[in-house]
């Protein structure tokens, strides 16, 4: 029986050829835009991913608060990390949720080499630790060693927006940069960083922390910041408990947040994978409503096909064909009308999802290529019921008179 229903639904789908391209036309276009749309979206999170762990997913970042002050002591009282910070955030150790603790001073300063001047948008002295929480690496040269670092050695790792401003086409590894008018060998080029937000992450200066303190800011400077790397992504927030924690002790404050400022990289990239989720699910409504006009038009089709096949339907019912067997042959050709629909809207949404474009490339998933061609077949049977019913409601005598 379903043999020869799938025939006859078959014949009359070919019979129509243009009736029924157009009429899984809005289909076609519902599926893939739902499949290329949720793609874009995927593609987008994991770019923003990318670009946030480039920044510290796991990093949670803690500097003097603008024109902050002391809560406990007179207005010109204030508060700044310092070295005690960092040997106290030390000893909390992964109970506190903090795998490394760097300290970090950021020394303004003015860069010569032959005759060319720079003043770099970061300078920072610190540790192999900082090194490695911000997975710095070179693309050529080195960076610092433990010796170097313990030695106060005066070595350098640039940018390339530094080597460019510094050196154009020339090599800058071995080269000696007067900074501040103190010689510092440079020994590695970063490789190129790209971040978000309007700051160059490539016009930069590394150098170890003691270097720096012994000759650009003084011992005992004030800290730029303290750099705290967490056990884990999970863990920024346990991360920062224990940081304020242990600063309203260190300082005997009572609102941290007046004397410091946070930067809390997980945080950061939660509330942007939130944002691009219900910006991804909105376009995807987008999509889905392109999915419901095109059921629309199986619906408004499939009345047409009962009205012409009026006459057909009486002679079946006249000779013993029961409702179940008209109701089933309808539904099944606009089950087969929204399969095909959806399996080339598929075909069509996997492939333009596969495109990258300048440099951004979407992520299609099974997950959305299965929702999208369910959603189609869904739809054919949602709106295709309310024809078959019709058509298996006619009375035979009523249908065989039908002109």
Known sequence: MIRDSARIATRAILANRMRAFLTMLGLVIGVSSVIILLAVGQGAQGLIDNQLQGLGGDIVRVAKAPDNSSSSGTDSE????????????????????????????????????????????????????????????????????ETEEAERTRVAVIGTTVQRDLFGREDPIGQRISINDKPFEVIGL??????????????????????VESNLSGAGS?????????????????????IEATLREQHEITDVAKGFEFTNGGEIRSVSNTIVSTLTYLLAGVGGIS????????????????????REIGIRKAIGA????????????????????????????????????????????????????GVSVAIGVFFGIYPASRAASLRPIEALRYE
């Open 190 to 211: 970063l490789k190129v960083a790209g971040g978000l937000g309007p700051d160059d992450d490539n016009d930069m200066i590394l150098m170890p922390y003691g270097a």
């Open 291 to 310: 999915l419901f006009v095109g059921g629309i038009g199986v619906m408004n089709i499939m009345l047409v096909t009962v009205s012409e096949r009026t």
């Open 222 to 242: 004030p800290l730029g910041q303290i750099v705290v790397q967490a056990t884990s992504q999970e863990d920024t927030t346990l991360a920062q408990q224990t």
């Open 322 to 373: 029961q409702r179940a067997h008209i109701v089933g042959q309808f539904l099944l050709e606009a089950l087969m009308l929204s399969g095909l629909g959806g399996l080339i809207g598929v075909l069509m949404g996997i492939s333009v999802g596969l495109v990258s474009v300048s440099g951004f490339t979407p992520v299609v998933t099974v997950n959305s290529v299965l929702i999208a061609f």
């Open 78 to 145: 204030v508060v700044e990390p310092t070295l005690d910070d960092v040997a106290a955030l030390e000893q909390k150790g992964a109970e506190g949720g903090i795998r490394r603790v760097s300290p970090v001073l950021s020394p303004s300063v003015e860069v010569n080499w032959r005759g060319r001047n720079d003043s770099p948008e970061q300078v920072q002295g610190s540790t192999l630790d900082y090194l490695a929480t911000n997975d710095f690496r070179t693309s050529v040269g080195r960076l610092w060693t």
